[in-house]
């Protein structure tokens, strides 16, 4: 059913948890914004970390001539993200995202226009919109997006979460990380990310 309403289907001990929380997301269409507001409500994160290409559905890199549309959806998704003032938000800019416009409507948000650290209750994260931007930085977790040229995996030193995988929520101490799955037709509407196989 969820599938069919292209609802994302958030796990109770998300919601009734007062941990400290974080969302990651990447490479997000902007057909998904509302179930996105309606994540972050639930979730009430203190944290959100978009590791770019925030309106996937517009390619800038290959069509620069669609900057207004994607202003009106920068536009849209920064009113329907407006009401989590508690909540502090994180952008790598991607390859199909346009700094000056996400400064307009993220006035208050960490902007980053290369590959960046972050640092908070939870741990050190170093964020990237590609994995072939992960440089050999000493970090709790790697976060990015983009493709799928590097699964998330985990090992005894590192986590390193594939946005394009899913939305990741980190929370509490010890961290426990819970995967939940992006609307159904989300891929569809990101048009053709280079998806390894398996």
Do not use: W
């Not at 001990?13 to 929380?21: G, R, V």
């Not at 559905?57 to 993200?81: G, N, V």
């Not at 946005?163 to 929520?169: A, K, M």
Request: charged share 30%; hydrophobic share 35%; glycine share 4%.
């Amino acid at each position: 059913m969820h599938r069919i309403l292209e609802r994302i289907i958030i796990p109770s001990e998300l919601k009734n948890s007062d941990a400290i929380k974080l969302v990651h997301l990447t490479d997000t269409p902007g057909q998904i914004y509302k179930e996105l507001k309606r994540l972050i409500e639930a979730v009430n994160p203190n944290y959100v970390i978009h590791t770019g290409d925030i309106c996937d559905d517009i390619k800038l890199e290959r069509s620069p001539k669609k900057i207004d549309l994607y202003d009106k959806k920068i536009a849209r998704f920064a009113k329907l993200m407006d009401s989590f003032q508690d909540t502090k938000f994180y952008f790598v800019i991607g390859n199909h995202d346009d700094y000056t416009t996400v400064r307009k409507y993220f006035p208050d948000a960490v902007i980053f226009d290369h590959p960046g650290l972050i640092e908070n209750e939870l741990g050190v994260f170093y964020v990237a919109h590609e994995f072939k931007d992960m440089k050999d930085v000493q970090a709790d977790y790697y976060l990015f997006g983009h493709d799928m040229t590097q699964n998330t995996m985990a090992s005894d030193e590192k986590l390193l979460l594939n946005g394009l995988e899913h939305i990741y929520v980190l929370m509490g101490n010890p961290i426990q990380v819970t995967a939940i799955e992006y609307p159904y037709s989300t891929d569809s509407y990101r048009q053709k990310k280079k998806f390894r196989s398996f």
